[in-house]
């Protein structure tokens, strides 16, 4: 599915992704560990089109993405979310929603006096949708309200319910579960494991080991922008290297 | 009652100006401190146009597809930067224009101005009374407000109010920001462009002075003030601080104060800005989530 | 903040209410640039309107009726102008207005006062086709066709052949300029250079360097007062001797009091009139009875034979647009104001001798060639 | 026409110290504040203006004694319009500062209007004609001007390399990136930036004017080549703010000789709008 062959990346002379090279295989949820600054999310940034590669190649689904811009990598169904909640605030919970699909009619101006039907019908489809998504997340109530009047819980409920909606094949979560209460996270993981179901493939930053042995079929550990191993998650929570890393020198 | 209408005019012709400043500033959040130049490229053209005999109509479509182009041509470049550089570069651009329109004599007859443009001819019917004319702005106003209207709430609209919240997680959700913003720039110049040719036939001379950054400022004063962002924010600031500049005029001050009035009157602006931004920074009418959706009804 | 922005309210609907209503009399609109840019001239013009009207009501007004000026601020941009006309005319509902100073505002204003059938005169504008607008349009001051020749004429009367031209970036130096420039080839003179420069700076140096650069033994430089007196004492500063050639829009006491003794000796043209007549000398004295001094401001006498016109109109027309409009011609003619002459000619303009100018000891006073 | 050319270049250099002076301030506002302060103008305007007042009646003090006190009034302003408008604003986005400022320099512009009229005013002092140095003439204020700039670049230079308080501004101004993470600079510090940035306003708005004229449209114009100055120099950049104040003083002189003069004010926008152009690259994405 995703192919990165020889990541890097420098700021400044520091060295945050050395030569990392792997490959996520499709339906299958991917985790990605290590101590804080070593790199992940630059990682998931060079992936993503957010920053420049130094050196190094992305494909995904055999096609070559890297060098493309970020919104032109999303739109071929590599999508990702950021580290802190990202919600659109001054929108209603609904238009979240209903901005997520890719490729909307109605996004572009000269459909918009050409093709109103089609518009419509779109947006009607769209509308249901976001609707029965909404009922399932249990935020129908707060469907009109700012997105910034929801509880942080909440918001990365609303995020992880934009991605359901924008359909990508692949996404890039940074750590989903950070700063949520442990309902949450449950709710959280079973979205994560429901849209595996629906065929997804997922590559996960995380730090709640729970999470990534109760999810991941594959982990990698990074540690100073270097791959210091992989394995399954059994296999690297007794990796003596990955302890070291935790633990420090 | 002349003098109302009078004032009519010039009310719907900043709301229409306004209006394309929210779409900007409101909708998609780009703070355009040079909007006053779409506004001067409009009332150039048509009036050039019309002065050399090219019918009104052909005038105000070439005013508002300059003014298109031009709004093009500097959002290519001034759009990939951050949001109050690209303040301060649309400035630049604004007062650049001013210079251009002031010292391209061969073109623009510079400080001479340009007078005595016609009175518009739209498919046969001279609109040469105030009553008409003031119908005509009416119903370019009303164009405006709808085809914004419908603009802004549809998904095209969406994005822009995604990016103006977040312009990096539109980019992850796939939205191409940059070019939604660049049409956001365009359609907000062509209808400062549309403004500024009702302007300029309407007061039937325009000269370099007319678009300096004092317009700047009050356009930009009537979207804050009217709550940017708001469907009806901008008609109610458009209304709100033309009459409050005319009322002026009835209270009889006598002459010898009328050297304060202005700089009193223009202070009260200034004042007035920093105020909104300190105490409702969103405007008289506050923005609100739009409840009703296109077939929310008829979904169940 | 918000206690300043109430008390200063509260400032101006005092002075709203002190406003004094006066009943049953002739209105006159005024739509002076009481503020902005040129609000420095609004004043002494609106000093001799005054004066005019003091004068005409003392003596029993029109009829018995006084006469009334209704000022109205045009802030000096052309926007402010035609809004100050209309409300003159919609609300004050006045036959009669005195129109904007600078060219490029009364001509933004002409059309509405002509569109709504109402007289609108111009006391000090001077672009050619000022009155172009309509039959309703009258000035009482010489147009710049006939400056722009008198430059020409003075500086080929002082042998210089070759001079840069230096003007205010605006309506009326470039006018000015255009007639010059045309004038002056047509007579065989050449021109160096032409400089536009913005009206309000306060460095006008380097504008200076490049007027000399051809080492020219004179400079035209059409300048108001404040750019004028800016850049002669730049030029003085600078060491720059020419002989400087300006209009009649610096031929004020104001240039000597704010550039002193950098301005002697400059020339300029200026339309003129005799200062003997005994018109002149009645005019001058009670200027100095109502406001103690001598130092009439410039374009005070036009703006006061502007009123005498007016009311001598109203009188004979009635108090209609379309009597002022009939009457002020006739009464016009052959009328000698203290500027003279104010017969009117085709196109509803006044002509003019040209003098010239200079300041000596700090003193304007006519030049003689020594 | 060698000696035109100098005394051009002189009027360049002259102008240059006096966009310097205020292109430091408005860097140092921006590195440390993170905002552009379009208000920045109307405290050189003041500046000019406070000294005006002091020695106009009915006060009628000589320079020697107005001239420190106009300073200081020009720094209280500058920490008023910081205590009363910028702090509650502290944590607001740049956009709301951005309009926020533009609204301030609106309204102290117009106020100065409203106390002194439109007109074009001066100190009054007698002319006098400039001394020729290699046919370049130059007046006393002029001199005052070079010494002065001189002086102060000095001064800054000792404070900011010497004082532990200018060390941490000047590392804060120079690297937004630490600025970010040090999250807001202490009161004292950003009441340090206020009083210098204001400082070098008021002293470089009386210099101008003691050169040329008072004029409340002059906080404008020269914000605006403070703006193209501290662009060329690169943005928080204090000694390119020096540098870049030079070039634009120097270009736009330059150019009136070769261009039509009625663009002398474009330059100023042309190289600052074509500064951000080309940094674009470097100024878009810096979030993150």
């Known amino acids: 599915m995703l192919e990165l062959r020889g990541l890097s990346k420098a700021f400044g002379g520091i060295q945050a992704v050395v030569d990392f090279s792997a490959r996520l295989e499709k339906n299958r949820i991917t985790g990605l560990i290590g101590p804080n600054g070593s790199g992940k999310t630059t990682l998931f940034n060079l992936i993503t089109g957010f920053i420049k590669l130094d050196r190094g190649e992305v494909f995904f689904k055999k096609e070559k993405i890297d060098g493309l811009l970020p919104h032109e990598i999303a739109s071929r169904g590599l999508v990702r979310t950021f580290q802190l909640s990202r919600v659109f605030p001054r929108m209603t919970v609904l238009e979240n929603l209903l901005l997520a699909p890719q490729g909307q009619m109605g996004e572009k101006l000269w459909a918009l006096g050409l093709k109103r039907e089609r518009v419509r019908d779109e947006e009607n489809r769209n509308l249901k949708k976001a609707l029965s998504l909404i009922e399932k997340i249990g935020l129908l109530p707060l469907k009109d309200e700012f997105a910034e009047n929801l509880s942080y819980g909440q918001q990365k409920l609303l995020e992880m319910a934009r991605l359901f909606m924008a359909n990508p094949e692949m996404i890039l979560l940074d750590e989903p579960t950070a700063g949520i209460n442990p309902l949450m996270i449950r709710k959280i993981m079973d979205f994560i494991l429901t849209m595996r179901e629906m065929g997804k493939t997922f590559f996960i930053i995380e730090h709640n080991m729970d999470v990534i042995i109760e999810c991941c079929d594959w982990v990698f550990v990074l540690d100073h922008g270097e791959k210091i191993s992989e394995g399954t998650p059994e296999e690297i929570q007794n990796d003596p290297r990955v302890i070291e890393a935790y633990l420090g020198t | 009652m002349d003098l109302f209408l009078h004032l009519c005019v010039m009310c719907l012709i900043y709301i229409i100006f306004a209006l394309s400043l929210n779409l900007e500033i409101g909708y998609t959040g780009l703070f355009n401190f040079g909007h006053v130049a779409f506004f001067g490229i409009g009332a150039y053209t048509s009036a050039l146009l019309t002065l050399h005999h090219f019918p009104f109509e052909l005038g105000l479509v070439m005013a508002l597809t300059l003014s298109g182009i031009f709004g093009f041509l500097l959002g290519l470049p001034s759009l990939r930067l951050r949001g109050d550089f690209f303040g301060i570069a649309t400035l630049g651009f604004g007062e650049m224009i001013r210079m251009v329109f002031q010292n391209e004599v061969w073109l623009t007859k510079g400080p001479m101005g340009l007078p005595g443009i016609p009175k518009p001819t739209l498919f046969s019917f001279r609109f040469a009374t105030l009553p008409q004319y003031f119908l005509l702005t009416l119903g370019f106003t009303a164009i405006t407000f709808l085809f914004l209207r419908i603009l802004i709430r549809s998904p095209f609209g969406r994005v822009l109010k995604a990016i103006r919240e977040d312009e990096i997680a539109a980019e992850a959700l796939g939205k191409n920001a940059y070019r939604f913003k660049i049409k956001s720039f365009v359609v907000g110049s062509i209808f400062a462009g549309l403004a500024g040719a009702l302007w300029g036939h309407y007061t039937t001379f325009i000269s370099p002075n007319d678009f300096t950054l004092l317009e700047t400022i009050l356009v930009l004063l009537i979207v804050v003030l009217g709550g940017k962002g708001t469907e009806w924010g901008p008609l109610l600031g458009a209304a709100l601080l033309i009459f409050f500049q005319e009322s002026l005029r009835f209270l009889r001050l006598p002459p010898e104060y009328g050297r304060y009035l202005a700089p009193l009157q223009q202070m009260i602006f200034g004042a007035l800005l920093i105020f909104m931004m300190l105490f409702r920074p969103e405007g008289l009418i506050k923005e609100r989530g739009r409840r009703v959706y296109a077939g929310t009804q008829r979904v169940e | ?370 | 026409m060698s000696s035109f050319f100098l005394q051009t270049i002189f009027n360049g250099i002259l102008a240059g110290c006096i966009y310097a002076l205020f292109a430091i301030g408005l860097t140092l506002i921006y590195g440390v504040l993170n905002f552009v302060n379009f208000a920045h103008g109307e405290l050189i305007m003041w500046g000019a203006y406070f000294l005006y007042f002091l020695m106009d009646r009915p006060l009628n003090l000589p320079l020697s004694i107005a001239f420190l006190p106009a300073l200081c009034l020009t720094i209280l302003l500058g920490l008023g319009s910081d205590r009363f408008i910028f702090k509650p604003l502290r944590k607001a986005s740049r956009l709301t500062l951005l309009i926020t400022s533009l609204g301030l320099s609106f309204f102290l512009r117009n106020g100065a209007q409203f106390f002194w009229g439109a007109e074009i005013r001066t100190y009054g002092f007698e002319i006098k004609r400039g001394m020729k140095l290699f046919g370049v003439s130059i007046t006393p204020n002029q001199l005052a001007i070079i010494v002065s700039s001189t002086l102060c670049m000095i001064l800054l230079y000792l404070f900011f390399y010497k004082s532990r308080m200018g060390k941490s501004m000047r590392a804060i101004s120079d690297d937004l990136e630490l600025a970010r993470v040090m999250g807001i600079p202490s009161d004292r510090a950003i009441q340090f930036t206020w009083i210098i940035a204001s400082f070098l306003a008021g002293l470089g708005g009386i210099l101008l004017a003691l050169d040329t004229n008072l004029h409340p449209g002059m906080g404008l114009i020269n914000l605006v080549k403070a703006f193209a100055a501290t662009l060329l120099g690169g943005v928080g950049n204090l000694w390119g703010a020096l540098l870049g104040g030079m070039i634009i003083g120097l270009s736009e002189n330059i150019a009136v000789l070769l261009l039509s003069p009625g663009y002398k004010d474009a330059i100023a926008f042309g190289i600052m709008v074509m500064m951000l152009l080309i940094r674009s690259s470097t100024i878009f994405w810096p979030k993150e």
């Open chain 3, 1 to 370: 903040m918000r206690k300043i922005i109430y008390s200063l309210i509260l400032t101006i609907s005092c002075l709203a209410f002190s406003g004094v209503y006066a009943q049953e009399t002739y209105k006159i609109g005024a739509a002076f640039a009481l503020s902005g840019s040129i609000a420095v001239y609004g004043e002494g013009f609106k000093k001799a309107v005054d004066l005019a009207v003091e004068e005409i009501n003392a003596a029993g007004g029109i009829k018995g009726r006084k006469l009334e000026i209704i000022y109205e601020d045009n802030k000096s941009t052309p926007k402010d102008c035609v809004t100050a006309v209309r409300k003159l005319i919609t609300v004050d509902k006045v036959p009669v207005i005195f129109g904007p100073a600078a060219s490029s505002n009364f001509m933004a204003a002409a059309p509405v006062a002509q569109e709504n059938k109402v007289v609108m005169i111009s006391a000090e504008g001077a672009a050619p086709g000022l009155t172009k607008a309509g039959e309703y349009i009258f000035r009482v001051f010489p147009s710049d066709v006939l400056q722009g020749k008198g430059i020409s004429d003075l500086c080929l009367r002082l042998n210089f052949k070759e001079v840069p031209v230096m003007y205010v970036n605006n309506d009326w130096g470039m006018g000015l300029k255009n007639v010059f420039v045309e004038n002056f080839k047509k007579a065989g003179g050449h021109i160096m250079d032409e400089i536009p420069y913005d009206e309000g700076k306060t460095d006008y140096r380097t504008e200076l360097i490049r007027a000399i650069k051809g080492n020219p033994k004179a400079v035209v430089n059409l300048t108001y007062i404040k750019e004028g007196a800016v850049m002669f004492k730049q030029a003085y500063e600078m060491d720059i001797k020419v002989q400087w050639i300006c209009g009649s829009a610096a031929k004020s006491p104001k240039l000597i009091e704010l550039a002193g003794k950098a301005v002697e000796g400059i020339i300029g043209t200026y339309p003129v009139f005799s200062q003997e007549t005994k018109e002149y000398k009645a005019f001058r004295a009670a200027w100095k009875r109502k406001y103690g001094d001598e130092k009439i401001p410039i374009f005070a006498e036009y703006n006061y034979d502007m009123v005498y016109l007016t009311a001598k109109a109203i009188e004979k027309g009635g108090y209609t647009s379309d009597g002022i409009r009939k009457a002020l011609i006739e009464v016009a003619k052959g009328y000698r104001g203290v500027t003279g002459d104010k017969t009117f000619d085709q196109d509803r303009g006044v002509g003019s001798e040209y003098g010239v100018w200079t300041i000596k000891n700090g003193q304007i006073v006519d030049y003689k060639k020594d």
